[in-house]
């Protein structure tokens, strides 16, 4: 069955609407089934955790499916998947308990590609514990990362390796395994931060046999929300930042205070999306019966995931293609990153360039007149702008298309970009 936009399209009441969203990077629109899953939460079993009775009791049920719903996407078991308000909240938590395992002198190898909340928190816990930075740098003309900059630095005293898998500012893909390889041949542990890659592809936890990975719901069709998983060993023998009542058990003892439950059954009825992309039969639409629950791994699911996020991608390199064509059209348009039809397998469709004599802000406004939603500046990818020397200037204008973008939207912006206004 082939990429069908229009029914996919159909699942997303905001796309209703006549505006153009390629803000996605910045947050995706929800398919209806999140919204059901969510609004079904807070009408039938909005109660806290651990209760007698039976709202608190439906209520469990469901943050145990949203766990191993997550576990199923990101290919590992329910109780290595935490939840949290947000990927920087998760990622501050868990660089302040590694932190402790720190010496003066130990390293901390990070990325100029990385978006601040991969990079800020590892310069608070290095200057807390005394630890050093090593900045692995990247390759101004295609804004890849420079592999040999790892091999250099990964060292005896590296420690902790972060990095990214998608940049959010230019796209690009990071060989996220050859740097756990070499993190890993020292004791390091890895720290991947898959925000960016989660919307656009198929994340394997255990092929990456990373440590940490972390991702954000609401940048994959889903509530805000956050999402880290940390391999069982880790998240059983680090110390968490808790209080003494809650449990001692992961995920549990990761996941602080009371959580957001509609939005974790909101982050149900997200893979449950994806599970429906990928399904043989989508005439079926979706599983009608929100009281139908997975509380454990489905390989089955695995299956439809891993299929729906295959055909998301096929239809987002061709869309990314059509988009980086048309900007090259334009005069005095430079795009920063991968520009090569043929290494579209290595960035994701999120495209930033700026244009000649043009401040990015003064160009989003105008396509914001043409309900058309841009990004403009830094999006806190602050170590990528200045590496790039865009920060001064107000940063880059950021397409980002989703799956659910199409050619006729990619080429009224090449229109509407063609006819700036003075
Ligand atoms: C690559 C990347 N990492 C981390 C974040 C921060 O995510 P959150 O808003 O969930 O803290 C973002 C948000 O834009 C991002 O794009």
Redo the contacts with the bound molecule.
């Keep these: 069955m082939p990429f069908d936009i229009h029914a996919v399209r159909a699942q997303f009441p905001a796309l209703a609407s006549d505006a153009v969203y390629f803000d996605n ?2 947050g995706t629109q929800v398919p209806r089934r999140v919204v059901e899953r969510m609004a079904d939460y807070l009408v039938r079993c909005n109660a806290n955790h651990g209760g007698a009775f039976p709202t608190s009791v439906q209520s469990d049920a469901i943050l145990e499916a949203a766990h191993a719903a997550m576990a199923d996407l990101l290919n590992c078991r329910p109780d290595e998947v935490v939840f949290g308000p ?4 998760l990622t501050l938590h868990v660089s302040r308990s590694l932190a402790r395992r720190l010496q003066p002198g130990d390293e901390i190898v990070v990325t100029r590609l ?2 601040d ?2 990079i800020a928190p590892w310069l608070l816990v290095a200057e807390d514990r005394g630890a050093v930075i090593r900045w692995v740098d990247l390759h101004e003309a295609d804004c890849t990362l420079r592999m040999e900059d790892f091999q250099a630095l990964i060292g005896p005293r590296t420690k902790i390796v972060a990095v ?1 898998y998608a ?2 500012a230019v796209g690009t893909i990071n060989d996220v395994a050859a740097v756990v390889r070499l993190a890993h041949a020292v004791g390091a542990l890895v720290y991947v ?1 898959a ?2 890659f989660a919307p656009h592809g198929v994340i394997d936890v255990q092929a990456l046999e990373c440590d940490f990975l972390a991702c ?1 719901p ?2 994959f069709f889903g509530p805000h929300a ?1 999402v880290l998983y940390g391999r069982r060993e880790l998240l059983e023998a680090l110390p968490a930042y808790k209080v003494r009542p809650a449990t001692d058990e992961p995920p549990g003892k990761w996941e602080t205070g009371t959580q957001n439950h509609e939005g974790q059954a909101g982050v149900l009825g997200a893979v449950e999306y994806l599970e429906w992309l990928g399904a043989e039969d989508q005439s079926q639409a979706l599983t009608p019966n929100l009281q139908a629950l997975v509380t454990r791994n489905d390989p089955e699911r695995r299956r439809r995931l891993v299929r729906g996020l295959a055909l998301l991608a096929d239809y987002e390199r061709t869309l990314g293609a059509r988009l980086v064509a048309g900007l090259q059209t334009l005069p005095g348009l430079t795009i920063y990153g991968i520009t090569d039809p043929a290494r579209f397998d290595q960035r994701v469709p999120t495209v930033s360039f700026t244009v000649a004599g043009w401040h990015p802000r003064r160009i989003a406004e105008q396509l914001a007149e043409h309900a058309i939603y841009v990004w403009d500046g830094n ?2 990818a602050l170590a990528v702008a200045e590496r790039l020397g865009v920060q001064a200037q107000g940063g880059m204008v950021r397409v980002g298309l989703a799956h659910y973008n199409t050619a006729e939207e990619v080429d009224r912006l090449i229109t509407v970009l063609g006819e700036l206004r003075r």
């Design positions: 990077p910045g947000n990927m920087t909240t990385d978006h909340a991969n990214g940049s959010n931060d925000v960016q954000s609401y940048k956050g999006y806190y």
